[in-house]
């Protein structure tokens, strides 16, 4: 999770289908299957926030200044083809806010709309459920339905001694999910399977990209076979494409810090280890996107050098796998941008989150001292 840089675009939104593009020929007799994120929407589920710090210009450029200003233009864009369904705290002044901001930005339409879901953090990818569809859209059965994985907070409540706060309860135990049963009626399943849909990538018709990392430390009790048998079932897909390592500065910050440039130690905010939707994703039927980091970069950043190598890795991998039906990957590689890095100190939101690992000491070693945060 990138806890405040990937706020600018807010990867961590959840995608419910309702149009049938149907998946491919059936394998078992499973009428469900895990659609493609490119297949016709119904909506798009945003969790509202009122995070107002300050983003650094160099994030922005001259775009929106706050973590909520972000997602209100994020929603008045999709909005444009999509219903956007905002989820706010009861109680809270998300709702009060979120609408100050559509008044700014001059919206006065009728495809954003707030459903009151109690939540802690933004990032619905995660906390939010992974969207089955139904196979025949014939009658009038319900077409879409949710599996909720166990959120074990990124991995960090794998260990009890990794988190010593009150962020150990946040979403934790999850019931986003669940309040959406209510809301909307949709039947929910609750598999025995921790994990997040950020690391996963569907094509709709059967296969999965996932993590291997990822994956084995959510759920360390199992085997590899174990955890593909379990995880097929819970996600409704017949196969699995399994990439390694992520790209470094989403390191599990309990992990320590990651290295800089002339020897200074980095923090990453809040990683997850190595979610593929921070560099992979099927952008078709058996083709993958995946980062590539430039020679240059390499050359400039240490940390960006184990990136690098961690994809070519990742290419290895997918280049000697195919999708559901045998055939091989194409896999198409997209430059990164430059590594950024902000300095932070104890005042920001992201701190008070780190300081909550006792592996970093960071509550006992950092005042008001400036910490350089990926």
Partial sequence: MKQFLSMSILLAILIANAVATIGGDDKDDDEWYAPAYWEKQEAIYLLATTETNVVPEKIMEGGPTTPIDVQAN?????AMGVQVRVLVTPGSDQHVEFKKRLNILDYSGDRIS?????HCDIWTRDTGPIWIKRKSTQ?????VKMVKPIFSLWGYLINA????????????PNLVPNQLKSLFDIEMETPQYTSEGGDKSFNGLGSVVMSKVVEMQRNPKL??????QLAKESLHVQHIIWVGEGVGDDAQSFRGPVPGKNG????????TGGHVDEFARFVGPSTVLLAEVSERQRAASPLSNITGMRLDQDYKMLKEQTDQDGKPLTVLRLPVPDELVIKMDKNDGTFSLLAQLPALKLATTITSSPTTLL
């Fill in 74 to 78: 994020l929603a008045v864009a999709l």
């Fill in 114 to 118: 707030f459903h009151n879901v109690t």
């Fill in 139 to 143: 009658g009038t059965v319900p077409q």
């Fill in 161 to 172: 001694s990794e988190v010593n706060g009150p962020w150990a309860s946040c979403d934790v």
């Fill in 223 to 228: 085997t590899l076979q174990q955890l593909e």
């Fill in 264 to 271: 200074e130690n980095l923090y990453t905010a809040i990683g």
